[in-house]
């Protein structure tokens, strides 16, 4: 399923080739737009799919805005909850960063795109805060589905 879900993200147009900056302050010569190429259907399915195939897990997370959909598929794929990890502590209505119930649960956190890891590490402080104890407990690994180099050959 790996190589199918790289040659969606081509077929996608997910691979872009110029100068960019990437969220990290680096400079890239090419952008993988997986934010574009999953709102398409099919590869949102296999994504969700593969990653529900692969892991055991009570939550799916994903950090906004990019990581929701992926983590949606993986919960429908699943059959589990999922969580939205906010960019920014909300601080109206019922506050906090977490939208969605992982205390005392295991939680698999998705990503969209991993360059630097600042999101995974932001996503990964929140959960702790929002009472995951288990991830200090627990190693993080990450498991990427496709990398840049899959992609680009």
Do not use: N, W
């Amino acid at each position: 399923m790996v190589s199918d879900i790289t040659h969606l993200l081509i077929e996608y147009g997910a691979i872009e080739f110029g100068e960019f900056t990437l969220a990290s302050g680096a400079k890239s010569s090419y952008y993988i737009d997986i934010k574009t190429a999953a709102t398409r259907p099919g590869l949102l399915r296999a994504i969700g799919g593969e990653i529900a195939e692969h892991f055991s897990f009570d939550v799916v997370a994903g950090v906004a805005v990019g990581a929701v959909p992926i983590a949606v598929a993986t919960a429908l794929a699943a059959d589990r909850p999922f969580a939205i990890i906010r960019q920014k502590q909300k601080e109206h209505g019922k506050a906090g960063a977490i939208i969605g119930d992982v205390a005392g649960k295991s939680v698999l956190l998705v990503e969209d795109v991993t360059t630097s890891g600042g999101s995974v590490i932001y996503g990964i402080e929140e959960l702790e805060q929002g009472a995951t104890e288990r991830l200090r407990r627990e190693g993080v690994e990450l498991c990427p589905l496709v990398r840049a180099s899959d992609i680009l050959k």
